[in-house]
């Protein structure tokens, strides 16, 4: 008995033994799966990457470029802006292209699509646009070979991407496109950079790519690099869910960020200015066959470029001008010529102790006759002192832009001393920059007397004298510009302007500062005596009648000088001539012209310069005659367009009536006598053509009754009213003079007759 009940004891035990190891085999079982869990959820690399794939399948995170905030003139038109456009991607996996029961029906659209789609991308629109054109039979391979080989699930169809009204068309009026054959291609929308006035201030608006130099660099250049942080505005993210292949469509996501436009940079540049400046400068050049020219304006008080314009050659002169070639109003340096002889009078004029009237004997030098000065023989375009047996006064010298009488003054004065007046130069900025440094400005080059330079290339004796003229310097011309616009301003020159101010959504984020460069460049006498000098040089004596009959008075100063440095141009010439370095036999000038205006009170300063070759066809290098007509017709253009350099006309003190009001409609009638005259009575019998007539201020209308086969009186009339009255009632009308109708020659009331009777009107005014 006892051994029956030990066997049950050890048969228990051993079933809750193995009870007790099922439960922790269990319990590993189910640590090595919890723990796997979170080594597939949390460690697991593969199955990481494999989560993502599949979930980036369904669902993926877009940029959103930010829209390309715009570059403005002054006057609001867009220089550059950015505009969506777009592109069709084809999936030729598609169920609409790959199934075969749709063979005939893909072949006939196929061939309608690609006639339409290589006549809207038209030879003349590749040519246009850059592009290849890429006729129907080639569009019929490309949709054919894709639609056999399947391989492509976006493919761009169109050579280049359209506009938006371009697409809505397309999609509306297109085979295929219009979704014939289902939902075959997706829409691909880019941001495209687009410039609406081609290469107008092509320099100074610059260009945005992403292309990238050999370098590393891009070709981003102007004010789309410089404002580059204001115009390109935030990127977004959005998310996006799929629905079919190469289809998806955007979700609510915590972490979706809108994007943030840029904002819009306003230039001082004025379009309507910059495109006249620009083509009247372009005809100058193709006329000359010149390597390139520069046109400017620039508004007095305020410093704002108001034109910039820099043409270069193409390969050929004469043929093709463009500003992509260079920007040479900042970025060439030369010797400027007489231009600089404003400068040098100053000088003399506030330091030197001269006056307007204070007389160099300039020898009766002229272009034949050279006078020694110091160590240089200097010679004058012709005889300044002819009338005055060569003693000429230094408004005289200047209207004549007389080489020598310069020489001799700042020699004479200088020539123990000639720091003194390269420190003067230097003190108007003439060794410096005047601000534009961004936009690749270059500074200006000045020999100073007391450097090492001074004496490297000659000496006192023959340096000084032509400095005095506007050699041995070298500057850009927006210095010159800057220099005269100065003293146009009333001795304070301030620094040139080109972006007034950055906005957004039309509120101002940014104000560009007006910079001042010299508070006082001179006494208040000498800008009188300076504004005298450039009246004298404006006088049709002396600039070849060139400003013969503007509405406007106007100060200037021509300058013309031979051109013996380097300069960048595209013209096969120009670099045949510059391949051993400029000499003077190969006579390249510079002819400038700067002008203020009005000259009592200057609020705009121009200048123009063309550089050329002077050859047997085309001699002429003179300033006045290269740039004079181009400035020219810029002053006439502002003047034309700016109401404030017109007279006021002073309102009159009580109002004025007018005596007389023509007769017709009556309704027309009474309109106007309202309008014009402080009271109106009606006619007693109101009809549909009345007159009026003018007392004291009150007009009172008379009935002027029409009748069937009668004449009717048309005296007093308009002559629309007059003609309509008359041929209504069956008369050939002619007539002559202006004005009411003072007489008719058929008698009003008689009949008309059977027959169609002539009629004619005399009109008066």
């Known amino acids: 008995m006892k051994e029956m009940k030990t066997k049950k004891t050890n048969a228990k035990q051993g079933i809750l033994h193995r009870v007790r190891v099922l439960y922790v085999i269990f319990i590993l079982i189910g640590i090595i799966i919890a723990a796997r869990l979170v080594w597939v959820q949390a460690a697991s690399p593969s199955v990481r990457h494999n989560a993502e794939v599949l979930n980036e399948g369904v669902q993926r995170m877009r940029i959103v470029e930010a829209h390309r905030g715009a570059i403005l003139s002054r006057d609001g038109e867009p220089l550059a802006l950015s505009s969506l456009r777009y592109h069709a991607t084809f999936d030729f996996r598609s169920e609409g292209i790959i199934d075969e029961e749709n063979d005939e029906a893909f072949a006939r659209e196929v061939d309608s699509l690609s006639k339409i789609l290589a006549a809207h991308f038209s030879k003349e629109d590749a040519e246009k646009e850059g592009y290849t054109h890429i006729t ?11 639609r056999r080989t399947r391989k492509n699930r976006s493919l761009k169809i169109f050579p280049r991407s359209v506009t938006l009204d371009e697409w809505q068309m397309m999609t509306k009026r297109y085979p295929i496109l219009n979704y014939s054959l289902g939902y075959v291609y997706g829409k691909e929308i880019q941001n495209e950079r687009i410039y609406p006035s081609d290469d107008l201030a092509y320099q100074l608006i610059g260009r945005h790519t992403d292309t990238k130099m050999k370098d590393g660099g891009n070709y981003n250049f102007g004010i789309e690099k410089i404002y580059n942080d204001y115009l ?11 629905i079919a292949h190469g289809f998806w469509t955007r979700i609510d996501h915590p972490d979706t960020k809108l994007p943030e436009d840029g904002c819009n940079v ?12 620009t083509e009247r400068l372009r005809e100058t050049l193709i006329a000359e066959q010149a390597s390139w020219g520069v046109a400017m304006v620039m508004e007095t008080s305020t410093g704002n470029i108001l034109c910039m314009a820099s043409l270069g050659s193409g390969v050929e002169r004469g043929v093709e001008y463009s500003e992509k070639v260079y920007n040479h109003a900042l970025s060439t340096p030369m010797a400027p010529g007489s231009t600089m002889k404003l400068a040098t009078a100053m000088t003399l004029l506030d330091i030197g102790g001269y006056t307007t009237e204070t007389i160099v004997d300039t020898e009766h030098a002229s272009g034949s006759k050279g006078v020694k000065v110091g160590a240089a023989r200097i010679y004058d375009s012709h005889d300044a002192g002819r009338d005055t047996d060569g003693k000429v006064t230094l408004r005289d010298g200047f209207a004549h832009s007389s080489n020598v009488y310069f020489a001799k003054a700042v020699y ?25 440094q961004e936009f690749g400005e270059v500074k200006g080059r000045l020999p100073l007397a007391d450097s090492e330079e001074w004496n490297t290339r000659g000496s006192t004796s023959t340096r000084l004298p032509r400095l005095a003229y506007g050699y041995e310097v070298e500057v850009p011309p927006v210095h010159t510009l800057t220099f005269y616009n100065g003293v146009a301003n009333g001795g ?16 101002v984020v940014k104000r560009m500062p007006h910079k001042t460069l010299i508070e006082k460049m001179c006494s208040e006498s000498t800008l009188e005596a300076l504004r005298e000098c450039m009246a004298a040089a404006a006088t049709p004596e002396r600039s070849s009648n060139k400003f013969r009959g503007l509405p406007i008075d106007i100060g200037i100063k021509t300058g013309t000088a031979q051109v013996w440095t380097n300069f960048v141009s595209h013209s096969r010439l120009d670099r045949e001539s510059m391949k051993d370095g400029m000499s003077r036999h190969d006579e390249y000038y510079l002819g400038s012209v ?39 017709d810029i002053i006439d253009y502002i003047y034309a367009t700016d109401p404030t350099l017109h007279s006021s006309i002073d309102p009159a003190e009580e109002p004025l009536n ?9 309704r027309a009638v009474t309109t106007v006598s309202k309008e014009l005259l402080d009271d109106v009575t009606p006619a007693e019998e109101p009809s549909e053509w009345s007159t009026a007539k003018v007392e004291e201020g009150v007009a009172t209308l008379s009935s002027r009754a029409i009748s069937d086969g009668m004449v009717p009186n048309v005296v007093g009339m308009g002559l629309s009213d007059a003609l309509y009255v008359l041929e209504r009632a069956g008369l050939s009308v002619t007539h002559a003079g202006s004005g009411r109708v003072v007489s008719q020659s058929l008698r009003a009331g008689t009949a008309t007759g059977e027959y169609k009777q002539s009629i004619h009107l005399l009109l008066e005014r």
Do not use: W
Request: glycine residues 6%; neutral net charge; contains cysteine.
């Open 136 to 146: 129907a039979e080639e569009y019929r391979t490309i949709f054919h070979e894709n």
């Open 232 to 242: 390109a505005g935030k990127n977004g993210e959005i998310y996006e869910q799929r």
């Open 266 to 277: 306003i230039t001082t540049l004025d379009a309507n200015i910059q495109k006249v400046a």
């Open 412 to 436: 004479d004065l200088y020539k123990d001393d000639p720091v003194t007046y390269t420190d003067h130069l230097e003190r108007l900025l003439f060794n410096d920059y005047v601000g534009l």
């Open 492 to 507: 304070k020159m301030v620094a040139p302007r080109i972006v007034d101010r950055i906005e957004r959504d039309g509120e």
């Open 594 to 632: 700067v002008a203020a205006f009005p000259h009592h009170k200057p609020k705009y300063t121009v200048m123009v310069c063309v550089t050329k070759q002077r050859t047997s066809t085309h001699p002429y290098y003179f300033g006045i005659l290269l740039s004079g007509p181009v400035v020219r």
């Open 658 to 666: 007018p005596i007389s009001i023509k007769g017709g409609s009556t």
